[in-house]
Every structure is written in C-alpha cells, then in structure tokens.
C-alpha cells in the first residue's frame, strides 16, 4: 500500500462483498448513518416525559448487488456524524444521549469538559446518563463546542478557556 | 504474519482511514453509539491483535475509546483494505 498522495476511498478497494462473496458491488450506492437519542424532559406537576430523536444520514457506500449488505467507508462515517451533530444543535436536542455526542463531536473526555466549564466530571456523567437534566445554557455552550470542532475552529474553546484565565496586568484598547 | 506484524499494519491501515464498516459493525456503532474517533482511538491504543484461526479474522484487544472505556474490533485483513466486521 502506498502512502504516496491521497488515497482512494477504502470501499473501492473492496473486490468483493464481504458477507455473500458477490463481486458485484456498486460503488456508487448509498446508505445512511443512524443514530437514536432519547430525550428526557420535564412536564407539569414535576413529571417527566420522554421521546426519542431519530438523526439518518444518506452517505455514499459500496452496496453489493446480490445480497444488499452496505458497506461504509471511513470518510463517510465522518460526513454522516458531521450531518447528525449539525442537526442535533440546529434542532436544540437536548438530553444525556446527545450532550454525549456533541461532546465527543468536540474532541473533548468527561474529565476535560469539566474543566472547562467549571464543574466536577461527575457532573458530566450525570447530564449524559439522565440523571441530571442538562440546562439550557450548557446544552448551547456544548453545541457550540461541537459545531466548532468538526467545522475546524476553536472560537468557543478560546472564549471558555479566557473566561478561566483573566488578565493580571493592565491592558489597553483602543478603538479604531 | 505475525500478531505483532499484524498490529502495526492494522493500526497504520486505521491511520490511513484504509477501513469498511460491515452491516453487522455498522448496526453495532449505532447500538452503542461508537463514534469515528472512538474506532481511530481504539486501534491506536491497542496493545495486540489476536488471530482467530476459525475465520482468519483478527482481534485487535487492549485499545481505549475516548472515554477510557475497553473496545475490542474485529477485523478482516485484505489486500488494500481492512474489513471491520465486530465489536
């Protein structure tokens, strides 16, 4: 295998469908990526009620002709979790499952995100076990983390982590 | 190929994103909500790959997710490409 220049997408190099042995695979198929978060939220009378979000993602596959199976590459793994975690934050999804997934979307542990926003890492585990409803303001910080993350950039990253260090001198501005 | 053979090229074929994911591993990420980064995370870290004679498949043991937590895979070594069959 040469590492020389970019590679093909690893589906391409499939000969074979790996779950029939049909060697008719249509490279230009399509599946989706999946993925179900329960959602708890609070009702009248200090109840709780529950409802879960299906996020599916259409991504390009190799999909053989005999027997269906899809086959995904890494690539496009990485488009369809882009896909759900901009639909999570567009659609202000809230609960455990998710703030788990936009967490991990912004590259962050338990124990760093923490950090990051003042709290104790149990905290964190508790939001994404539903043991605690995770508070509007947290769920816009973590989205904001993650929409940052897989859209290259570290503007909330910086902003969380100035808030933790406040200057110790003087400092001048001056407007334009 | 030996398992020690067998982990370096395996590990630098999830460095490469030299991977397809199966219905079955597919179905298995979406159960358990494993994410890409836990897959690149898991084969980076792992310590051996162990070859099961029955289907000539390998089991690639000892890496972590991004929480720390144990993920095993199972793959299928082909020419060009690693088949990821299991977790």
């Known amino acids: ?176 | 190929m030996t398992p020690t053979e067998a982990l370096t090229w395996i590990q630098g074929m999830f460095a490469a994103n030299r991977y397809a994911l199966t219905p079955h591993a597919q179905q298995r990420m979406r159960s358990r909500h494993i994410r890409f980064d836990d897959l690149r995370l898991a084969a980076a870290s792992a310590t051996r790959a162990v070859l099961q004679p029955a289907n000539d498949r390998w089991r690639v043991e000892g890496g972590r997710d991004m929480d720390g937590d144990d993920l095993t895979l199972v793959v299928e070594v082909r020419a060009d490409v690693l088949i990821i069959t299991l977790y």
């Open chain 1, 1 to 176: 295998m040469s590492t020389d220049g970019p590679l093909p997408i690893a589906t391409d190099a499939l000969e074979a469908c790996a779950t029939c042995g049909s060697k008719s695979l249509n490279r230009s198929g399509r599946t989706e990526v999946v993925r179900a978060f329960d959602v708890t939220y609070p009702v009248g009378g200090g109840g709780y009620s529950q409802a879960t979000y299906t996020f599916s993602a259409d991504v390009p596959a190799a999909v053989c002709g005999a027997c269906g199976a899809a086959y995904l590459s890494a690539e496009a793994l990485a488009a369809g979790e882009y896909l759900i975690t901009r639909e999570l934050v567009a659609r202000g999804v809230g609960g455990g499952a998710a703030a788990k997934w936009l967490r991990k979307s912004a590259g962050m542990t338990r124990e760093g995100l923490a950090v990051l926003l003042g709290v104790g890492p149990e905290r964190v585990a508790e939001w994404e076990q539903d043991r605690e409803l995770v508070d509007r303001a947290t769920l816009l910080i973590l989205g904001d983390l993650a929409l940052d993350a897989v859209e290259g950039r570290t503007r909330t990253l910086d902003r969380l982590r100035v808030v933790d260090t406040p200057p110790t001198d003087v400092v001048h501005v001056r407007a334009a």
